[in-house]
């Protein structure tokens, strides 16, 4: 046998060692050969988002190497430990040093290569699929032709193999020939019993409440402001909870000799301690990881939400056309509009307001001013409240966001151009009237007082109302085409559908990138639980084998080891949840945006997701165990 076959023969014996790694490393190369794809295609160098997708692609290509290689790293060290008894009979069989690294480069770049191109085959046998997908999730009106992605493939082999030659050479370089004792006895050396620090359990409390604490409190500004200190002081709490608090609790819950001692918990309990002090570092990166993950999937589906909700915050109209008074082209833009929406079949009511914007002569603030028998008439149509004014009165008209919050003016205002002076007598309850979306400081005043006021900056908008609003993006984007902003700001049309559709697009690029990040992020930290889980396979075997001579019934190690999977499983996912809540919970006073919908959706997918994949590897690992007894 030569050398390169043994390193071939250990990988293939330790295939179900390797699996977990294999996958997800295939896995993280195939997304980065997907984000690839996407940012050479043809159709983006000259369509729709074009250099903001094939940029954003890029970004997420270099956030997945990234990530890809400290995983890499942290998983050959973890299979490195594992091996310790492996080594030592190699050493026993006379292998050198330098051998015995060379033999480690050879097995992770075999591992490494057959992972990139595996995750190449897998996006191309995909690609099709993804490109569908991704149409979709940007919302590409036209269709994404599959292309042959050689500079895709190209970049992901050359990027993957150089990041698995440069650990394989550095795995290799710091590998260190221990003591033969110490090979061979690897893990079954006696442990001594774990002791938590007060100091540092009581600092972990403390840590992850003032973290909460100041997470929940703070408002708006203020949340960018305390993001850092925040994130840095929860991070440095929660390995402090995983190394200490949580060994402590332990210890406090064994002191209870009713509870310790009833039925199988002596056995689950007495181990638990040794599992949370092992498991703390993987513990540890798995609830960051998770947290990352939900945070930043969370973040994007409530921008995405946010962003549409508030453009049609109000009574949404499906166009908007302002011009200036003498515009001749108004007629006939509107002619259009009519005859566009006629075409489609839309049913549609035409609202005209004519307002004039003036200068407040004490703030310098512009204001807008709309006559009464317009906001009447209005009013009457919508079956609202209707005002009534006299002499040089004035009524504030708030817009979604001020209603309720600010209070009534009550000092006069004295028009600048006009030298009008205006007596406000109050604001108006929260109106649907058209013009206030699309204007600042609206005011109502009396027809005749309005007629006094110059003409200087009199505009006409017209607004069209359309139930169904959102299919009028067709009509919407021909539109737009038709009739581009005047130069000389003459007149503008606009149109909601297609204002709304654009920026969903834009989210829904970020989204479609974001959300595969995530999955690699949570694919990777299942991972880490599954190295950690067999990597003690062979201990716990020997334990079990020990505790079922006493007389454990099958049932009963079944319930033991349900039970210890769960904490592996359950208690860093629980942990990652509850600070993504605090975190997607700080994000909605940033933006005062009710993200509750979305953070459920997110946490409960990704939970949902969990307890499948524990009930997956519960069956499988239970099933292993007994057999092996």
């Not at 453009?311 to 007629?331: D, H, I, L, R, V």
């Not at 509107?334 to 004039?356: R, S």
């Not at 817009?399 to 009534?408: L, M, R």
């Not at 609206?442 to 003409?455: A, E, F, G, H, T």
Request: aromatic share 14%; proline share 3%; glycine share 6%.
């Amino acid at each position: 046998m030569t050398f390169r076959q043994l390193a071939f023969k250990n990988v293939s014996r330790n295939k179900r060692t390797y699996a977990a790694y294999f996958l997800s490393s295939a896995f993280s190369v195939m997304v980065f050969f997907v984000y690839a794809v996407f940012a050479f295609h043809p159709s983006f160098s000259k369509e729709h988002l074009g250099s903001y997708v094939s940029l954003g692609m890029h970004f997420a290509e270099s956030i997945i190497y990234v990530f890809s290689f400290f995983f890499v790293l942290y998983s050959m060290s973890a299979f490195l430990k594992s091996r310790k008894k492996e080594f030592g009979i190699f050493v026993m069989h006379g292998i050198t040093t330098f051998q015995l690294k060379l033999l480690v480069f050879f097995e992770n770049m075999i591992i490494g290569f057959v992972s990139t191109i595996s995750g190449m085959l897998g996006g191309l046998i995909f690609a099709k699929a993804l490109l569908l997908i991704g149409e979709n999730a940007l919302g590409i009106p036209k269709e994404l032709p599959f292309y042959f992605p050689w500079k895709a493939i190209i970049l992901t082999f050359f990027a993957f193999f150089s990041l698995y030659l440069f650990i394989s050479l550095f795995t290799a370089a710091i590998l260190r020939s221990n003591q033969l004792i110490d090979l061979l006895t690897g893990s079954a050396k006696p442990k001594s019993e774990p002791k938590a620090s007060i100091f540092l359990s009581i600092l972990a409390a403390v840590l992850l409440i003032a973290g909460y604490v100041v997470a929940l409190s703070v408002k708006e500004v203020g949340v960018v402001l305390a993001m850092i200190p925040v994130t840095m002081i929860v991070t440095i709490g929660t390995y402090f909870f995983f190394t200490q608090l949580s060994v402590a609790i332990i210890t406090m819950l064994k002191r209870n000799k009713k509870r310790y001692r009833y039925k199988t918990n002596l056995i689950a309990f007495s181990n638990l301690a040794y599992r949370m002090k092992d498991n703390a570092r993987i513990f540890f990166i798995v609830a960051i990881v998770s947290t990352v993950a939900f945070a930043s999937i969370g973040t994007l589906v409530g921008f995405r939400s946010m962003i549409g909700d508030m453009m049609t915050n109000g009574k949404p109209y499906a166009f908007t056309y302002s011009s200036k008074q003498g515009n001749k082209m108004e007629k006939k833009h509107i002619a259009l509009i009519e005859n566009t929406l006629k075409n489609e079949k839309i049913n549609y009511v035409k609202t005209k307001v004519t307002v004039k914007k003036e200068t407040s002569a004490r703030t310098g603030n512009e204001v807008t001013l709309a006559k009464l028998s317009d906001y009447n008439a209005f009013a009457k149509s919508e079956k609202q409240k209707t005002l009534s004014l006299k002499g040089n009165e004035t009524i504030f008209v708030p817009d979604e966001k001020e209603a309720g919050g600010n209070q009534p003016i009550r000092k006069n205002i004295l028009l600048k151009e006009s030298n009008i002076t205006l007596h406000p007598i109050g604001m108006a309850n929260k109106s649907d009237f058209p013009i206030s979306n699309v204007s600042f400081n609206l005011l109502i005043v009396p027809d005749s007082l309005y007629q006094k006021i110059s003409r200087s900056g009199e505009r006409d908008y017209i607004f069209f109302d359309v139930k169904r609003w959102k299919e009028t993006r067709n009509a919407g984007d021909y539109l737009l085409k038709k009739i581009p902003p005047s130069p000389n700001g003459a007149y503008v049309f606009s149109s909601l559908a297609s204002e709304v559709g654009k920026a969903r697009d834009g989210m829904s690029m970020i989204l479609f990138v974001g959300l595969f990040i995530g999955a690699v992020f949570f694919v990777s930290a299942g991972s880490f639980l599954y190295f950690r889980l067999y990597t003690d396979l062979s201990e716990d075997i020997k334990q079990y084998r020990a505790i079922t001579k006493l007389g454990l019934t099958p049932r009963e190690l079944s319930k033991v080891m349900t039970f210890q999977l769960a904490l592996l499983f359950f208690v860093p996912i629980i942990v990652a949840t509850i600070h993504g809540a605090v975190a997607l919970t700080a994000l909605q006073h940033l933006f005062d945006y009710s993200l509750v919908k979305e953070s459920l959706f997110v946490l409960g997918s990704f939970f949902f997701i969990q307890v499948i994949y524990f009930l997956f590897m519960r069956a499988r690992y239970i099933n292993h165990i007994k057999r092996a007894l």
